[in-house]
């Protein structure tokens, strides 16, 4: 199974000011077909997970343009951009590459 | 509006059995695959199972392969997971979703297996 491995475990963010979140994976995430199989989520308090970038950094529908994915093969990154009160909850990355689909540990973002 | 409406969830023995629904509406649910994901209480999330949309592809999780059977009803707009030998650590909210990757999400069920 790809492992996925998130950091940090927690992040306490100043409103206003930027969070960045790392996500790696055991093996490479990219398929023949040029696509690399790699989105992130965000729980909030009490909810459901919402998708909010697929593919590296396609922006999924609705979401807002302060969250922008990076990277490739292995390494990825999430950036928050000027962090709000409803960015609060957990993050996490999965990959589609293979099956099972597999889940990081997730990151807690927290408010200073 | 994508809705995904899961239902079925409930306390039940080790052992015994449960089938959860997942009813879905604002969209052509026959055109899509379709995940069942778990979160245990407190922890992360868990791939359970997916189902192509016409059926022809499933897949399960390690832990469920041989217990539970991911199916759909196209005429319907509904999945299905038929969980049999629960044991203790099924216990979790299961939520369905959308596509191969998940790109919409349903409330959740609690499902608790427990004596």
């Known amino acids: 199974d790809i492992m996925m491995t998130q950091s940090p475990l927690s992040v306490a963010v100043t409103p206003g000011e930027s969070a960045s979140i790392s996500c790696r994976s055991s093996?490479?995430?990219?398929?023949?077909?040029?696509?690399?199989?790699l989105s992130w989520y965000l729980q909030r308090p009490e909810k459901s997970p919402q998708l909010l970038i697929y593919?590296?950094?396609n922006l999924a529908s609705g979401v807002s343009d302060r969250f922008s994915g990076s990277g490739s093969g292995t390494d990825f990154t999430l950036k928050i951009s000027k962090v709000e009160t409803e960015d609060v909850g957990i993050y996490y990355c999965v990959q589609f590459l293979e099956v099972p689909r597999t889940f990081g540990g997730g990151t807690k973002l927290e408010l200073k | 509006e994508v809705q995904l409406v899961e239902s079925g969830g409930g306390l039940v023995q080790p052992g015994r059995s449960l089938k959860l629904s997942c009813v879905a509406s604002?969209?052509?649910?026959?055109?899509?695959?379709m995940n069942w994901i778990r979160q245990a209480p407190g922890k992360g999330l868990e791939w359970v199972a997916y189902?192509?949309?016409?059926?022809?592809?499933?897949y399960y999780a390690e832990t469920v392969k041989g217990r539970f059977t991911i199916s759909r009803d196209n005429a319907k707009n509904t999945l299905y997971l038929q969980m049999t030998s629960l044991r203790s650590e099924d216990t979790a909210l299961y939520y369905c979703?959308?596509?191969?990757?998940?790109?919409?999400w349903g409330q959740g069920v609690m499902v608790t297996v427990s004596s």
């Open positions: 189902i192509s949309s016409g059926s022809s592809y499933i």
């Open positions: 093996k490479s995430l990219l398929h023949s077909n040029g696509i690399t199989y």
């Open positions: 604002g969209f052509t649910f026959s055109n899509y695959g």
């Open positions: 593919q590296i950094s």
């Open positions: 979703a959308r596509n191969y990757y998940f790109d919409y």
